[in-house]
């Protein structure tokens, strides 16, 4: 990449810091400079949240239809799969699958529903309802 | 509470946490590049099967925490590393090193992380910062790939360091041992056995999704991916190898340029021609990824999409993996003197 081909666009990371990157002179000698972002790369980030978005609604949508319980929709809300939700809670990922099932979350005791809220950071009463608070 | 310390900003969090350590103890010769490439930092990987974030698990890089590793190790340099169970324990050490005057790396995950962007907080767990003091209930963060320093509350630190999930960082801290002279002689032998062991991993690793037999491996699955994932799922899986390939820390073209400004301060202190002209090719390389990435958002943004679009992303890699090649292959047979 050529100094002057350093693309200066607005990326999400711009609300931070500008980033450093190497590019050459026209000598061909290489130093570091300070780019605000790439439109390629932003896109790319945007294509990913576009489709995290999808997920959380599919999600919330088979809650409400009583097809899984809340933890899939707090899994898609905070990025997660089974493992990490299994690394955060402490419960083995197959003891998870059982509680994606709408049944076996009505029945779960305050105790293993607060491990879950923990995970999830939101109370019980939010695991509960779907609610989110924006952090 | 707060040690002597300079932030110096890098493209990369383990390349910036190295320099600013080394530089702690006096070590001042060591630039991001020379860190990288003494680190044989440089890498690719596909691992089939795997999935990162419901995408392809890619990387440009070494494994996380080696380029450290490697570079003191390369330059003689004695570390100290530790791991934790107790939350209380691993702040205490920490604690004891500040007041000993010591900043220390962690390793961190970036979900918690309260200065990145929400955009940026994936469960990413092997991200580096360094820690250099603390101030009330406020630790000093010094986080290489930001223009300035920032503070994470005890509660913060201790979240982020304690992220759990793949490359859980289990309250990680790690740091140079003692002060150290490093001599030119010193730099020169750590440079020719980095370069070495880079050209190793890239050519000769014998597993067909690693180095650059790794990159033709995934020249071929992008060009099945419109076929076999539909449209929509081949796109993320683009968005996501682009975000490898450019997002924080690789300097552009997936640490390609870094490894070329590598070359370039090698031959500063090894005046071999071999290293000029492998660096033009690393740049050559990066603009190559560069132009695939462009391609690739061509078609993640929809403007096209045909078979023959995917074919032209597949043959750049094809391309790339040639001048790898090329350049790690009369890398590796250089004849030092």
């Known amino acids: 990449m050529k100094k002057e081909e350093i693309p200066q666009d607005n990326g999400a990371l711009n609300k931070l810091t500008k980033e450093v990157v190497y590019a050459v002179d026209k000598d061909g000698n290489y130093s570091t400079d300070l780019s605000s972002g790439w439109e390629i790369k932003t896109t790319a980030l945007d294509v990913a949240w576009d489709d995290i978005a999808q997920r959380i609604a599919a999600a919330k949508q088979k809650v409400l239809n009583k097809e899984a319980s809340p933890i899939l929709f707090f899994m898609e809300y905070r990025l997660m799969d089974i493992a990490i939700v299994a690394a955060y809670s402490g419960f083995w990922k197959l003891t998870i699958k059982q509680h994606l ?16 809220a923990e995970t999830f950071n939101v109370t019980v009463e939010d695991l509960k309802n779907m609610t989110v608070h924006e952090d | 509470m707060k040690t002597d310390f300079k932030h110096i900003q890098a493209a990369h969090c383990e390349n910036g946490v190295t320099i600013n350590l080394l530089q702690s103890i006096g070590v001042n010769k060591i630039t991001e590049p020379l860190a990288f490439g003494i680190g044989s930092g440089l890498f690719y990987i596909y691992i089939p099967l795997l999935k990162i974030n419901n995408g392809p698990a890619i990387a440009f890089r070494t494994q996380p925490g080696l380029i450290f590793k490697r570079t003191c190790k390369a330059l003689d340099i004695p570390v100290v590393r530790k791991k934790f169970t107790s939350k209380p324990e691993a702040e205490k050490f920490l604690q004891q090193c500040l007041d000993t005057g010591q900043p220390v790396g962690c390793q961190v995950g970036v979900y918690y992380l309260t200065y990145f962007p929400k955009e940026y907080r994936f469960h990413f767990n092997a991200h580096n910062l360094i820690v250099y003091g603390s101030e009330g209930d406020n630790y000093l963060i010094s986080d290489p790939v930001m223009e300035n320093t920032t503070t994470l509350s005890r509660y913060e630190l201790e979240r982020v360091r304690f992220a759990k999930g793949a490359l859980a960082p289990r309250g990680q801290i ?4 003692e002060e150290k002279i490093i001599t030119d002689d010193v730099i020169r032998k750590a440079i ?10 890239m050519l000769n690793i014998p597993m067909f999704f690693i180095g650059v037999k790794g990159i033709r491996y995934t020249a071929k699955k992008i060009k099945n991916w419109r076929d076999k994932l539909g449209p929509k799922t081949a796109g993320l899986y683009l968005a996501q190898l682009v975000r490898m390939q450019e997002e924080i820390g690789t300097g552009g073209g997936g640490f390609r340029y870094i490894y070329g400004a590598f070359l370039q301060e090698a031959h500063a202190y090894l005046p071999n021609d071999i290293l000029l002209e492998s660096s033009k090719l690393m740049t050559q390389a990066g603009d190559l990824w560069r132009s695939a990435a462009v391609q690739a958002a061509g078609i993640y943004k929809g403007r096209i999409g045909s078979q023959a679009d995917f074919d032209v992303m597949g043959d750049y890699l094809l391309e790339i993996a040639e001048i790898e090649k090329k350049a790690f292959e009369s890398l590796a047979k250089i004849k030092w003197q």
């Open chain 1, 101 to 116: 099932k709408p049944a076996v979350f009505e029945k779960l005791s305050t105790e293993k529903l607060q491990r879950y």
């Open chain 2, 174 to 177: 790690y740091y140079p041992k």
């Open chain 2, 192 to 201: 020719k056995s980095g370069i070495k062991k880079n050209a190793h991993e």
